[in-house]
């Protein structure tokens, strides 16, 4: 049985409320063991790594991917994407289904876990679609689903627009204990929009993307969450009103978790004066009010987890003019460094929260197996260095696009080692 020993390393366990100088060790996928801080190694190993300054914690989790295939391979792949988590820090990543054709199906959910299988880079869980076609029609197979592994349900690059299947919908999922990961836009209010509506959309005399299309479908979606008390995951909130409309629903006890995204704790709208293109995202950027919000809401936990949206495109297609250039962006590989520049290096968050929010929050909401260093756990472990600094080159990224907004910006904080079942996936060169 290989063994691994990492040690001297500041263990970061929110699972455990550990935050210590310690050793962990590793035999045959597992974790076996954390140290108690003695000085003492715990045993031999075949492998040593020594983790002095650096933080060591449970393999990061992504909940909100696009890997892009099947279908548009030009974009991303599984083991293109796969590759980008490792080099992330990510050990575990949920993709999302608006791919051509949709993850409706039981042999769809099959192909992801064998393709993810062969490029035995990270783990990847699959987020199956709530609509067959993603049409907001009728409702998926939504057990046969559950049944091929899916771990979620979402149409996420649009949302479930019909209430009452919806409301089915969250139903069905309760009998499964799985959660609706929903893209929160009311159409109507959002359609021929580019950017957020404000100021800077009407001094560029782009369409604008107002706050309410997002807040009006927060609000429609916990009223039914609370009806049917079904598990509603708000994904990638951007707005100040989505946000406080979240923290009131939990103080009333509904059954709703949140995410946010890194470019929309650290970007403005403002960004889109140059009209580049790596700045238009759904939901879009908004304001630095919005911003302050999003923040508070992860330091008081109404945003329980970060996830990237990670949402590569071709180049060319990012090259078209800014309103007809997709939305989306990377974010597997900068999201460490955006979140400890701007959540932990500024103090408004430690590192235990951090880790909360990255790995152990975002499993326990997919329902996974992962996010914990307890004994007997699979042996998914990220090292983190604190203190790197670092500058964003997306000529050196995994990922097969490289439509990132941050190209050259210097960060601080990048993942070194991820460790995905006990095996060494990546390290910084």
Same mark, same amino acid.
């Given at each position: ?6 040690? !001297? ?10 935050? #210590? ?116 029609? @009728? ?10 592994? &899916? ?45 957020? @509506? ?20 927060? !609000? $429609? ?32 006890? &509904? ?15 403002? +960004?889109? $004066? ?11 950027? #908004? ?5 302050? &919000? ?82 007997? &756990? ?22 097969? +696009?490289?439509? +990132? ?8 904080? #990048? ?15």
């Amino acid at each position: 049985m290989a063994t691994l020993l990492i040690r !001297g390393g500041r263990v970061v366990d929110p699972s455990q409320n550990i935050d #210590r100088i310690d050793d962990v060790l590793v035999r045959d996928g597992q974790v076996v063991a954390i140290g108690h801080g003695d000085g003492q190694p715990l045993g031999k190993a075949d492998e040593t790594i020594d983790a002095a300054g650096l933080v060591v914690a449970p393999g990061l989790v992504d909940m909100h991917v696009h890997l892009r295939e099947p279908g548009r391979e030009e974009d991303e792949t599984i083991e293109t994407g796969t590759q980008a988590a490792v080099a992330g820090g990510f050990t575990s990543v949920a993709c999302i289904p608006n791919t051509e054709p949709p993850i409706d199906t039981q042999a769809t959910v099959e192909f992801i876990h064998q393709k993810a299988a062969r490029a035995d880079t990270c783990n990847v869980f699959v987020v199956a679609c709530v609509s067959r076609n993603r049409e907001g029609k @009728e409702l998926a197979d939504i057990g046969q689903l559950v049944e091929a592994g &899916a771990v979620a349900f979402s149409d996420d690059g649009a949302p479930v627009y019909d209430a009452e299947l919806m409301r089915r919908a969250l139903e069905y999922c309760r009998m499964f204990d799985k959660p609706i990961l929903a893209h929160e836009e009311v159409l109507e209010l959002s359609r021929g929009g580019v950017m957020n @509506e404000g100021l800077v959309s009407l001094v560029l005399g782009l369409g604008g993307m107002p706050a309410a299309a997002e807040e009006v479908m927060i !609000g $429609r979606d916990i009223a039914l969450s609370e009806v049917t008390r079904g598990r509603l995951h708000a994904m990638h909130v951007s707005t100040a009103g989505g946000v406080a409309l979240i923290r009131e629903a939990k103080k009333r006890g &509904a059954r709703v978790t949140a995410e946010a995204c890194p470019h929309h704790f650290t970007l403005t709208d403002e +960004s889109l $004066r140059g009209f580049d293109s790596n700045f238009k995202m759904s939901p879009p950027l #908004r304001t630095q009010a919005d911003i302050e &919000a999003i923040i508070d809401g992860l330091v008081d936990g109404t945003i329980d987890c970060i996830a990237t949206d990670h949402a590569p495109h071709a180049r060319e297609k990012k090259m078209l003019e800014l309103d007809r250039a997709p939305f989306g962006i990377l974010g597997l590989e900068t999201a460490v460094g955006l979140s400890v520049t701007r959540l932990v290096a500024t103090g408004r968050i430690g590192w235990p929260r951090l880790i909360e929010a990255m790995s152990t929050l975002p499993a326990q909401i997919l329902g996974i197996n992962r996010g914990t260093l307890r004994p007997g &756990a699979v042996a998914d472990i990220t090292l983190i260095d604190p203190n790197l600094s670092w500058r964003v080159d997306v000529a050196s990224f995994r990922s097969k +696009s490289v439509n +990132s907004p941050f190209d050259g910006w210097t960060l601080q904080g #990048r993942a070194v080692t991820t460790i995905v079942g006990g095996r060494v996936k990546y390290r910084l060169p």
